[in-house]
């Protein structure tokens, strides 16, 4: 399934709802303003009533074109879409045929890079180009509830999957851990070269996986007194932007850096664990297609199984089946294998 925006300049974002219906992408487009549309991943048509014009204009300051999103992860919240609009918070309500802001807070000096929300499903997190990072709660938007100091700030914010207070950032060279009931310091730092991205695993609390500049797949354990990647996989010929464990934890999807001709944009790997409790990273199957730089993936779930939405420079969006040699890696906790493949389809 495929969705080009051949008239809009450039795709910013991506999130998908919780119940996989819809996928929502960020975008600037051909009138320089930032809108956010949405698009039903079950049917082939878009849902125009979800379609939101942020009246952001266009600045050739990139720091202020980046429009982070992401749909609520709680059933409480799951109506609700948090916008990254330049220096504001906005918390879309979508329970209404006309979706409205209901929440506006400025925290920020300067542009929003990251949101996430936490497994409370009152609280969300924000950094900045300003290098502070913010943790809100929606029941009293005025001010944030904690202030996180860092040095230098943080590109990517993502609350732990199975500990609501814990929250990772990732910075230049290093993620710092932090618990937001006590922010004095942080609880452990990962050491690696340039982080690009990086993820939590959805069942086990203390583990991550990175993708770092120097072409390196590792899985951490932030526990650990000094903590040490747990396992390592290279991918140096082709570079790795991204990392996304696999629903039920047993894989990790990947993006490359590099395309080329003979190479896949986006891989999946395996994960073992030996009886001694040693990990292994192994080539788990082709997922993606060639020729497009990916910008942002995110699991769909539908009534089969997952399906993994990605964006990409190429201004499409795509829903990927998975090729059936993966299947062991991506049965999600009641079993079920992977989503019945759609027709494609092309909409602008």
């Keep these: 399934l495929v969705w080009k925006f051949t008239k809009e300049k450039e795709l910013l974002s991506l999130s998908v709802n919780l119940t996989g219906n819809y996928a929502s992408v960020a975008l600037l487009s051909s009138s320089n303003k930032h809108i956010i549309h949405s698009l039903g ?25 980046d429009c982070p999103i992401q749909w609520g ?3 409480d919240t799951e109506e609700l879409l948090a916008v990254g609009a330049n220096r504001k918070l906005e918390l879309w309500n979508f329970t209404r045929s006309v979706p409205q802001p209901f929440s506006l807070t400025q925290g920020h000096l300067l542009a929003i890079r990251d949101i996430n929300w936490s497994r409370d499903p009152n609280l969300l997190g924000t950094c900045s180009y300003d290098s502070s990072v913010l943790i809100w709660d929606t029941r009293n938007n005025t001010q944030p509830s904690v202030r996180i100091k860092t040095l230098g700030g943080a590109s990517c914010i993502k609350f732990s999957r ?11 060279d290093i993620i710092t851990i932090w618990d937001i009931r006590s922010c004095n310091t942080s609880l452990a730092f990962l050491d690696l070269p340039k982080v690009l991205n990086f993820d939590w695993h959805p069942t086990i609390p203390q583990m991550l996986s990175t993708a770092s500049k120097d072409g390196f797949i590792r899985i951490w354990n932030y526990e650990q007194t000094d903590p040490y990647p747990l396992a390592e996989k290279s991918n140096r010929q082709n570079g790795v932007s991204k990392v996304k464990f696999t629903p039920c934890g047993k894989g990790i999807v990947t993006c490359s850096t ?43 779930q539908d009534y089969d199984g997952y399906k ?9 969006m795509r829903l990927y089946d998975v090729d059936p040699r993966s299947f062991p890696y991506m049965e999600n ?13 092309n909409s602008e």
């Design 333 to 345: 906790p009641e079993g079920r294998a992977l989503g019945k493949r759609r027709q494609p389809m």
């Design 258 to 300: 590099v395309i080329t001709q003979r190479s896949p944009s986006i891989t999946l790997w395996g994960l073992r664990e030996s009886s001694s409790g040693s990990w292994d990273i192994v080539n788990a199957g082709f997922v993606g297609n060639k020729n497009e730089q990916v910008m942002g993936m995110e699991w769909a």
């Design 162 to 172: 199975k500990r609501e207070n814990i929250v990772a950032l990732s910075h230049e």
């Design 308 to 316: 993994l939405c990605t964006i990409s420079t190429a201004k499409e």
């Design 41 to 65: 991943l079950d049917t082939n048509e878009p849902l125009q009533r979800q379609l939101i014009d942020l009246h952001m204009p266009y600045t050739h300051d990139k720091k202020a074109n």
């Design 73 to 75: 992860i709680h059933t």
